[in-house]
């Protein structure tokens, strides 16, 4: 029998030098409220932001974080304007650097965390890494998508457009024989 694991919420700032000297694997949530820009791109978050990020030293003493982070936000469709449930999930593979200059001489295979003091706002590099990993557009899947049966209803507006000045040609019409 296996006990559920606790909800860990994790803090907004760490010092991920320290992290990575100690070896410290975090596992746990971001806090939501600190992902305001993921929260005003998307309806609702509705899942919970989990991460699960390895602070370790690579080769040549070089820090790294490499994990992953998922959740799950609603937003519009972009073809009916009903809310759709959108997953989000990325592996995060970043080297912690100090400045500009380190960040271009990583390895390919690292993006950059540039970290100045021992401040790293590990909510705010989970939100950047979820915002990039939204496409950008979203539909339904077409079977779950209600645009397909109002698009009848598009042409009929387009013949009401195209009807209406004969209507209006038609009710002059019949003002003029009335007099
Ligand atoms: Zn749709």
Redesign the pocket.
């Known amino acids: 029998m296996s006990i559920p694991p606790k909800r860990i919420i994790l803090p907004q700032v760490v010092d991920p030098r320290r992290l990575v000297n100690q070896g410290v694997t975090l596992t746990g949530e971001i806090n939501p409220d600190f992902c305001i820009r993921l929260a005003e791109a998307v309806d609702e978050i509705s899942q919970p932001i989990v991460v699960n990020l390895v602070f370790d030293t690579a080769e040549q003493g070089r820090k790294v974080v490499r994990g992953t982070a998922s959740t799950t936000v609603i937003l519009a469709?972009q073809?009916?304007l009903?809310p759709?449930e959108l997953p989000l999930a990325v592996d995060m593979a970043l080297g912690i650097v100090w400045s500009e200059d380190q960040a271009k001489a990583l390895p390919r295979e690292l993006d950059p965390w540039i970290v100045e003091d021992e401040a790293g706002d590990i909510a705010a590099l989970v939100e950047e890494e979820l915002l990039l990993a939204m496409p950008f557009v979203t539909?339904?899947s077409e079977d779950q998508?209600?645009?397909t049966a109002s698009h009848a209803t598009g042409e009929d507006l387009g013949e009401i457009k195209e009807e209406n000045p004969f209507g209006i040609l038609e009710q002059l019409k019949n003002s003029g024989s009335d007099n």
């Open positions: 469709c073809r009916c009903e759709m539909y339904h998508c209600s645009a």
